[in-house]
């Protein structure tokens, strides 16, 4: 189940609430780990909002690890291609589309972007999703000095211990070594306040906050990919440069660098007022 994934659904429905403006609405989905920020909720919205990738139906005890990874960017490509430009892109998977005018190209030019970005924290059996800290720096403070106080009850405890068992060695006869059930021999006293430091101890322990997380993306590896022969990743073509389908290219591939997923690139191109997709495409749902 997606423990966190109730953020995700606050942050649309207060997008929506907010009449929050359509381009910027897509772009934090699409990657909002990569924009600056004004505020720390500002930091913590947009992060939240690339849960959008994170959510959806994926195999996550499929035993092939590369093809849950290639399974997961078809699902992503497949869901913003229909979701924002009204387009199949997930038949280019396997081979150019038999009506639409996107090729088997566009779709791995697509891929090397998602493959470039960080969804999942691992691909093993049963797979985890990436979480994103969203911590605040209050919650960091209140975690530190949790932490501190644990820490010193473990230091008190210890040093009790280490102290009652001087005690203990020096009443034994011919400097012998420290009985195994050295704890039982402490006086009433030391024993009593052991229990007593301990009971705090485990509540401590227990009331330790969690830092808040939440499901998202974060740019991986900046990699290409390389066409996938009827979309086995046991089959690999040419290797396609990251980019956009060239049909609605507009005036070129939008410049993605060598150390950048290109998520932030495909948001920007997909929400220009110039795509004759997008816009067209959300105004008919």
């Known amino acids: 189940a997606h423990g966190n994934a109730w953020r995700y659904r606050d942050y649309v429905v207060a997008a929506l609430n907010e009449d929050k403006p359509f381009d910027q609405f897509v772009t934090e989905q699409l990657a909002g780990d990569l924009l600056e920020h004004d505020s720390e909720q500002d930091r913590i919205d947009h992060l939240v909002a690339t849960g959008f990738l994170s959510l959806g139906p994926k195999v996550l005890a499929e035993g092939d690890e590369t093809k849950m990874e290639v399974d997961i960017i078809d699902e992503q490509i497949d869901t913003i291609g229909r979701a924002f430009m009204g387009l199949t892109l997930g038949c280019a998977r396997c081979h150019d589309h038999k009506f639409d005018p996107i090729r088997a190209d566009d ?74 059930d050295a704890e039982q021999q402490f006086p009433d006293a030391t024993k009593e306040r052991l229990g007593e430091l301990r009971k705090e101890l485990a509540k401590l322990e227990a009331s330790l906050p969690e830092l808040p997380t939440a499901m998202g993306v974060q740019d991986g590896e900046p990699i290409n990919t390389q066409i996938h022969i009827r979309g086995s990743h046991l089959s690999l073509g040419k ?23 290109g998520r932030l690139q495909l948001a920007h191109w997909l929400v220009r007022s110039e795509h004759p997709l997008t816009g067209r495409v959300i105004v008919n749902r």
């Open 107 to 180: 779709y791995y030019a697509l891929a090397g972007i998602f493959k470039s970005t960080r969804t999942m924290e691992s691909f093993k059996r049963i797979a985890k999703w990436n979480e994103n800290s969203i911590a605040t720096a209050a919650d960091r403070d209140q975690k530190e000095q949790a932490e501190k106080q644990i820490a010193e009850q473990k230091t008190a405890i210890e040093q009790l211990v280490a102290s009652a068992n001087e005690a203990l060695k020096a009443r034994l006869a011919n400097g012998a070594a420290l009985p195994k």
């Open 239 to 261: 290797e396609v440069e990251r980019g956009v389908p060239l049909v609605v290219a507009l005036d070129g591939q939008p410049a993605i660098g060598a150390s950048t997923s």
